[in-house]
C-alpha cells in the first residue's frame, strides 16, 4: 500500500470546507442507510438543483425576480412535473413611464401580468394564475380580470396553464384558436402568432373540429362524438357551441343577403 503523500495528507480534508463534501458528510450522518458513493451522487444533485434555480446575481436586474414555475412541454396532470426557474419582470422601466404619462394602476397591473405570462413561456415554462396573483400580491379573481382585459384590448391569448393546457375552468385554447378562425374569420397562421402556438396546433384544432362538426349533423350528442373521436368531452362540448354559434351567424347573414 502507497503512503499518503504530504500534499494528499496536508490538503485533502479541506475539501471538507466545500459545499458538496458538507452535505454529502449531512446525508450520512442523518440518513445511515447512505453510503459514501450514494450519499455524493445525492450531495452532487442537490448542487445542482441549487445552481439551476438560483442564477448568478448578476443575471438579474432591477425589477425582476426569480421564480419557478411547472415546465410547459410535460403533462400537466403528471405528479411528477418538473418545475423549472424562470426571471420574471415585476416592475421596468417602460412601467414608470406609463404612469408619467397618466396610466391608471389598473392599466399598468395588465402590462406587469402579460408580460410575466410570455417571459415565462419563452423560457420554457407556464407561468399560472394562482402563481401570478402570489407575485402580485392580489387575489387570483383579480388577475383573471386583468388578464381577460388585457387579453380582449390586444385581441391576443395570453400564455398560460388554463389556455395552453386545458387546466382550470378556462376555455381550452382549442376551441379559443377555431373560435378566431370560425367565427372571427381570422387567417390560421394570425391566430398562430397571437396565440403563440404553432400553425400546425392551430391545424390540428380545426381538423377536430371539422370532425366533431360532421359528427354532430349525424348525432348531436357529446359522448356519441367523444367515443368517435377520442376527443376530449369538455373540448367536443366546446367545439358543439361554436358550431351552434357558427350556424346562427350563417342564418343571420342569410337573413340579411335575403
Known amino acids: 500500500m502507497i503512503a499518503p503523500s504530504f500534499n494528499q495528507k496536508h490538503y485533502r480534508p479541506a475539501l471538507k470546507r466545500f459545499l458538496e463534501p458538507i452535505l454529502s458528510a449531512l446525508f450520512q450522518r442523518e440518513l445511515t442507510r447512505l453510503g459514501p458513493m450514494l450519499a455524493g451522487r445525492l450531495a452532487t444533485e442537490v448542487v445542482r438543483l441549487f445552481e439551476a434555480i ?20 410535460t403533462n400537466p396532470r403528471s405528479r411528477n412535473r418538473p418545475l423549472i426557474p424562470v426571471i420574471l419582470t415585476l416592475s421596468s422601466p417602460e412601467d414608470a413611464q406609463r404612469l408619467a404619462q397618466g396610466a391608471t394602476i389598473s392599466e399598468n397591473l395588465q402590462e406587469a ?3 410575466m405570462f410570455l417571459e415565462a ?13 402570489l407575485v402580485l400580491h392580489h387575489h387570483q379573481s383579480a388577475i383573471t380580470r386583468f388578464r381577460q382585459s388585457y387579453e380582449k384590448k390586444h ?10 393546457q386545458d387546466v382550470g375552468s378556462t376555455i381550452s385554447h ?3 384558436a377555431v373560435r378566431k378562425v370560425v ?18 396546433s ?8 371539422h370532425r366533431v362538426k360532421t359528427l354532430y349533423d349525424v348525432r348531436p350528442d357529446p359522448m356519441f362524438i367523444h367515443q368517435c373521436t377520442n376527443i376530449a368531452k369538455h373540448v367536443v362540448r366546446q367545439y358543439i357551441e361554436l358550431i351552434q354559434q357558427e350556424k346562427q351567424q350563417d342564418e343571420k347573414k342569410s337573413d340579411k343577403q335575403a
Open 113 to 115: 401580468l402579460s408580460r
Open 54 to 73: 438560483c442564477p448568478a446575481p448578476e443575471h438579474l436586474r432591477p425589477g425582476q425576480l426569480l421564480w419557478t414555475v411547472p415546465d410547459r412541454n
Open 121 to 133: 413561456h419563452a423560457q420554457g415554462g407556464l407561468l399560472s394564475v394562482r402563481d401570478a396573483a
Open 174 to 176: 382549442k376551441a379559443q
Open 183 to 200: 367565427l372571427e374569420r381570422k387567417d390560421p397562421a394570425t391566430v398562430a402568432r397571437e396565440m403563440t402556438h404553432a400553425q400546425s
Open 202 to 209: 392551430v391545424d390540428r384544432y380545426l381538423r377536430d373540429y
Open 155 to 164: 385581441d391576443c391569448i395570453l400564455p398560460h396553464p388554463g389556455s395552453l
